[in-house]
């Protein structure tokens, strides 16, 4: 296919890039860019924009990235340097955009998701001749077959760039919100001292929308509303809302009735009243359920921890890069294992943070990937927030993990399989009370599995009690109700395992970073006498 060539008649100083804001579209196409072939699919989007009134969806539908080009032709002059960049936005965190400028240059960080991000290249001429621009994609691990990316602003373009939506002289507050399967019942305004900031009604289904706001010091109450009265989540879609100020989420949520509105606070002198780091002082987060017990403390914890900044199923490998590392046992900084470290001796393989991620593997020791320790099956696939809630998802290795599939954690009697620091599958030992298969990690992290389920069934305590019949296996341990939650069997041996393997460092240091990654605690850690006190 031929690229567009510009300035025919002579070279620019300038390296102007058409239409580098992707307003100006031509029907189904943004005037002045080709693609390769049908790899990607590239259309005009409104809803999430860097700058103007318009983006560049993307949509990446193969693996193969000679099909995954987005270009143009610009002129330029030799001895010049020019100052190309361009804003994308990840969805998902599979794919990658690496910048062209006459070559190969920067990629950008897939697991930055739902912001916008820069790629930036100063490039020299070596002789006066027209070169090529624009993008490339390519996936990575978690690639589905299909993703979207958003790009926006390209420079240097032909036209003075529109005001750019996130150049903001006072505080910059970003709301992101995602509709369910009926967005015209949705509404949303964000007021303050002065009157209505801003505000939506007719919203389209399953759509996220993004837009920033300037906000001056002062306090601001976001009110969403929803006409049938069953909020945004979880029964007809899966809808959720957020906003960001500073890159700390200030107010968010997903699950209410008829309405919910939620006030934050912007300082003269600070970003805003949310937080990417521990609260200096836990029992002024725990303050709501003082004087609690039983499920009424479970339910209060719920109201504490629901609503969190759920961050997508790709972004856990940028958590893993950080925060899965072995500092407590050979402190190596290898990946941390739970099912094949072995705490008081060598481990049998240790794998390098991202090199090592799955990947394929025809045996232990062929890579590590993402242990949903409550089974996605169970809650019914790849559904957010729980698919990619940090809190229950676990560094292992991928063979160990095919192992354990989606068989109940349990105790095992007589083992068909065992990993190589001697976690088991097998069938359950027969004190147990159940029967069937089980899994059986290593008592050095018992107790960090049953707090990982103590947290599952307080943060999904709103809909966990539909999830009995998605699973047989599932249905081995859920009792079908949203208090109780376990099947009598697995709670005993739960707060067993919880009390023999007390919180550690590492759990502390993980439950952390997990607040910073995404919002919200595990109370179980903070607190471990939260579980006897609601479950005994």
């Known amino acids: ?55 560049a969806q993307v949509t990446v539908n193969t693996a193969s990235q000679a099909s995954t080009d987005l270009l143009q032709t610009v002129d330029v002059i030799a001895g010049q340097t020019y100052a190309f960049s361009t804003w994308v936005y990840h969805t998902e ?110 919203l389209s289904n399953n759509t996220l929308y993004t837009k920033s706001y300037c906000l001056l010091p002062g306090e601001y109450t976001f009110t969403i509303n929803d006409a049938y009265g069953d909020g945004i989540c979880c029964t007809y879609g899966q809808g959720s809302y957020q906003i960001t100020v500073a890159n700390n989420v200030v107010v968010s949520g997903a699950s209410f009735g008829r309405s919910e509105s939620k006030t934050f ?10 937080g990417g780091t ?33 961050q997508g199923y790709g972004a856990i490998w940028g958590f893993y890069e950080l925060h899965a590392l072995d500092k407590y046992y050979e402190d190596d900084g290898s990946i941390l294992d739970i099912y094949s470290e072995k705490p008081q001796g060598t481990d049998s393989y240790n794998y390098i943070k991202v090199s090592n991620q799955c990947g394929s593997y025809s045996g ?29 998802i676990f560094a292992t290795d991928g063979f160990v993990n095919s192992k354990r599939s989606s068989f109940p954690y349990g105790e095992v009697g007589a083992a068909t399989f065992t990993s190589s620091n001697g ?38 305590e709103n809909v966990i009690a539909g999830w009995q019949s998605n699973s047989s296996y599932g249905d081995a341990i859920l009792n079908g109700s949203s208090d109780k939650v376990f099947e009598n069997w697995h709670i005993t041996m739960l707060l067993r395992w919880h009390q023999q ?14 607040f910073e990654h995404q919002g919200n605690r595990n109370p179980f850690i903070d607190h471990p006498e939260f579980a006897t006190m609601i479950w005994q």
């Open 501 to 514: 393997d007390p919180v550690s460092q590492k759990e502390i240091d993980r439950n952390n970073a997990a």
């Open 423 to 460: 976690s088991q599958l097998g069938q359950a030992v027969s004190t147990l009370g159940f029967s069937g298969t089980v899994f059986e990690p290593i008592d050095e992290f018992k107790g960090d599995l049953a707090r990982a389920y103590f947290y599952m069934a307080t943060r999904y």
């Open 364 to 392: 232990e020791g062929g890579c590590y990937n993402r242990e949903h320790s409550f089974p996605k099956s169970w809650f019914g696939g790849q559904v957010e927030p729980m698919n990619s809630d940090i809190h229950h």
């Open 93 to 202: 965190g599979a794919v990658k955009a690496r910048l062209i400028v006459d070559g190969y240059q920067g990629y950008s960080d897939e697991h930055s998701v739902n912001q916008w991000q820069q790629i930036q290249y100063a490039y020299t001429a070596t002789s006066s001749k027209k070169i090529t621009v624009g993008l490339r994609f390519y996936d990575v691990t978690g690639f589905d077959g299909s993703e979207i990316v958003y790009v926006d602003d390209f420079q240097p373009s032909a036209t003075p760039p529109p005001t750019d939506n996130n150049q903001c002289t006072e505080d910059n507050a970003t709301l992101s919100l995602t509709t369910d399967n009926y967005g015209s019942e949705t509404s949303w305004s964000l007021t303050g001292s002065a009157g209505e900031v801003a505000s939506a009604t007719g």
């Open 278 to 310: 521990p609260p200096a002082d836990l029992e002024t987060y725990y303050t709501p359920v003082t004087g609690l017990t039983g499920f009424d403390l479970k339910t209060g914890l719920y109201n504490i921890i629901a609503g969190h900044n759920a």
């Open 1 to 55: 296919m031929a690229l567009t060539i510009l300035c025919a008649a002579g070279f620019s100083a300038q390296a102007d890039v058409v239409n580098g804001g992707f307003e100006s579209w031509q029907g189904s196409r943004a005037a002045g860019w080709d693609t390769i072939d049908s790899g990607i699919v590239v259309t005009q989007q409104s809803n999430i924009v860097k700058v103007g009134s318009s983006s």
């Open 265 to 274: 606070t912007i300082a003269a002198t600070s970003p805003g009243n949310g």
